[in-house]
């Protein structure tokens, strides 16, 4: 058993060492995504899971953003259109009664590509602040749309009967397999989009952005390569639509507002564009400052505003940048310092009186939790230089951690 | 008399009062090295531009192997065998020099709406574009990102770019722009090893790259060409030396 557990550690040790950085980060996000169900019993129950879904099906609608914004150098302000297309493709299916997988998936995926060929050829001939326009313009058509859709809830959205069947039966009832669905969803998403950047197609779409007059000029015409791309970024946000539908069994015409085609955008940008393992961090950290800084304050945002605006002045890159500029040792730990410390006086500044005014109890969760992280810094720092040298020496710990808890909890079970 | 590779008829730009090209006729010929002289302002930029495509004609064709592409876009121009070098460098900054120049290989190479395999792994891509690489002698700089290489090294990245796309024309708009005295020497010795395959049309100011490389010389004095001949005759035509050259040339 033990042997058993060593070695395949040192296989996961020695793929993870073949791997780029940003293919490690994204293989230990993808490793604790996959361990959340297990853990979720212990640290508050299927709350945690419900979250996870919702950072995995935003962080498959940003890296479908990321294609436009980071590869393709095209800023849609309206690419929540595409959710929620998927997501009415999908409730409208089911109050039909056509709620299996065999159809409702790829009606999702088709409507939403036609939905982008249809508004990105048009979009794709404009560049720059009119293709802002005009995407946010065709965004807040679809919205509209659908809040006139009086057979499907107008306004009020549309209860789905139930989630998509699959094979007729409805095991994405069950919470664990859905999550597990949508992993094996973000996975795939993720492999597809980095293949097509590193492919012709992408080394096209990339040279667009970097220049291009050259591109031209050896004979490159942009419009049917950015019209390609917005119709693939389109149908794989579709899928997130999809998704979402199932995971809240709801679709409302809040899911393509305006506002959540800003969201995504935030969520790319503070991810890190250029990187694929960038908006998956950045889906991640959007939700989860979402859930918590809503829950200290209801003017979380006066909060979140100014986070943001330091992320654009101080990590270009987001925070697949700043890991980037950390690993390079580029990126100083009095910087991240000076940065929390900007972070605090902005938000004095912003006059956020509900956070000193927060309950006792919190307050105190609040200060442990900074007391910890605080620990977890300095002992992060004062470990980082053998750890430069070694990566393995972190994993050699975690594992010798994990035989100890093996071996502890194996004592305690044949003690009960 | 083999039939003119280019061929341009009456070709006129105006920029409102400006007229930047006014009627100009040229032919170029196969295997020539056809340089364009002029004092700047001349309109030497705008008629590459237009032979490329860059900008539309006011009027006049321009005929490319006898076909018209007046009206044709500039991608399709290449596609044709029209490859050009731009004065101000264009090269694309986050892509290594082995990139750059293998995106010329890929365009006029199969179709690039593939998107699973991996581009930087084709050789048939990667071997044409090193040899380009070769001629301009920046192999050992293949694996640097263009944004990184001097001024100099972008210079010869250009014209390995536009050799890479195996070129019936170039246009090379003041190649040894900003260049160096040894960099400029280094450039007229490799454009001569290309000029012995290849159909050039030269814009230059360096005078010895000129006198060095062309075959026939035209001298273009605002908008319209003043004289067209060997470098012989257009050193002793009079009107040349009125206009461009001044006496003491």
């Not at chain 1, 033990?2 to 793929?15: F, G, K, Q, W, Y």
């Not at chain 1, 794989?236 to 679709?251: D, K, M, P, R, S």
Request: some cysteine; overall charge positive.
């Amino acid at each position: 058993m033990r042997e058993a557990l060593r070695s395949s550690i040192d296989t996961a040790v020695a793929v993870l060492r073949t791997l780029a950085f940003g293919q490690r980060v994204a293989a230990c996000l993808f490793a604790l995504l996959a361990l959340l169900p297990l853990l979720s019993p212990m640290l508050g129950g299927s709350y945690l899971l419900l979250i996870g879904e919702r950072v995995m099906i935003y962080a498959i609608a940003a890296l479908s953003l990321e294609l436009l914004i980071g590869v393709g150098g095209l800023v849609s302000f309206g690419h929540a259109a595409f959710l929620g297309v998927g997501a009415y493709a999908t409730g409208m299916l089911a109050s039909h009664g056509l709620g299996t997988l065999s159809v409702a998936l790829p009606a999702a995926l088709i409507a939403s590509a036609l939905f982008a060929l249809a508004t990105g050829a048009i979009a794709v001939r404009t560049r720059g602040v009119y293709f802002i326009m005009i995407t946010l313009a065709f965004g807040q058509m679809a919205f509209f749309v659908a809040t006139s859709l009086a057979p499907y809830g107008g306004d009020d959205g549309l209860t789905l009967p139930t989630r998509t069947l699959v094979l007729g039966t409805r095991v994405l009832k069950n919470e664990t397999a859905f999550f597990y669905a949508i992993l094996a969803m973000l996975a795939v998403t993720y492999l597809l989009v980095g293949r097509l950047v590193a492919s012709r197609f992408g080394r096209v779409l990339r040279g667009l952005t970097d220049n291009e007059m050259r591109m031209q000029a050896i004979g490159f015409t942009p419009y049917a390569y950015r019209v390609t791309a917005y119709v693939i970024a389109g149908s794989i946000c579709g899928l997130a639509g999809f998704l979402l539908a199932n995971q809240t069994e709801f679709v409302s015409p809040a899911y393509m507002h305006w506002q959540r085609s800003g969201e995504l955008i935030v969520m790319v940008l503070l991810g890190g564009t250029g990187t694929l393992h960038g908006p998956i961090l950045g889906a991640a950290a959007f939700l989860m400052l979402e859930e918590t800084l809503s829950r200290l304050t209801e003017h979380w945002k006066a909060i979140l505003g100014p986070l943001l605006v330091l992320v654009v002045l101080f990590a270009k890159g987001g925070i697949a940048g700043a890991m980037e500029a950390w690993r390079q040792r580029k990126l100083t730990f009095a910087q991240l310092l000076a940065a929390a410390d900007g972070l605090a006086r902005t938000m004095a500044a912003a006059g956020v009186e509900r956070w000193r005014l927060g309950s006792t109890a919190l307050r105190g969760g609040v200060d442990r939790l900074a007391l910890l992280a605080k620990g977890a810094t300095k002992r992060a720092v004062t470990r980082w230089k053998p750890l430069q040298v070694a990566l393995g020496g972190r994993l050699v710990a975690l594992r010798q951690s994990a035989e100890r808890g093996l071996a502890l909890a194996a004592a305690r079970w044949r003690r009960r | 008399m083999n039939a003119p590779v280019l061929r341009l008829e009456r070709l006129s730009k105006s920029f409102g009062a400006l007229r930047a090209t006014d009627g100009i006729d040229l032919d170029i010929l196969p295997g020539e090295t056809h340089a364009i002289i002029g004092p700047n302002g001349a309109g030497k930029t705008t008629l590459i531009h237009q032979v490329s495509g860059v900008l539309a004609s006011d009027s006049g064709r321009i005929l490319f192997d006898g076909r018209d592409v007046t009206h044709m876009a500039m991608p399709a121009r290449a596609h044709l065998g029209l490859a050009r070098s731009f004065q101000i460098t264009h090269v694309l900054p986050r892509f290594s020099a082995l990139e750059n120049v293998a995106l010329a290989v890929q365009a006029r190479s199969g179709s690039s709406f593939h998107f699973w395999q991996p581009v930087a792994r084709e050789e048939l891509l990667n071997a044409p574009a090193l040899e380009a690489l070769a001629v301009v002698d920046l192999t050992a700089r293949a694996h640097t990102p263009a944004g990184a290489l001097s001024h100099g090294e972008k210079r010869r990245l250009e014209l390995a770019i536009a050799l890479a796309q195996a070129p019936r024309l170039l246009l090379l708009d003041e190649p040894m722009a900003g260049a160096g005295a040894q960099e400029t020497h280094r450039l007229i010795a490799t454009l001569r090893t290309v000029k012995r395959a290849t159909t050039m049309v030269l814009v230059e100011h360096d005078m010895q790259a000129v006198f060095a490389l062309a075959d026939r010389i035209s001298v273009l004095v605002e908008g319209r060409i003043l004289a067209t001949g060997t470098p012989q005759d257009v050193r002793a035509d009079p009107a040349v030396r009125a206009a461009y050259l001044g006496e003491a040339a």
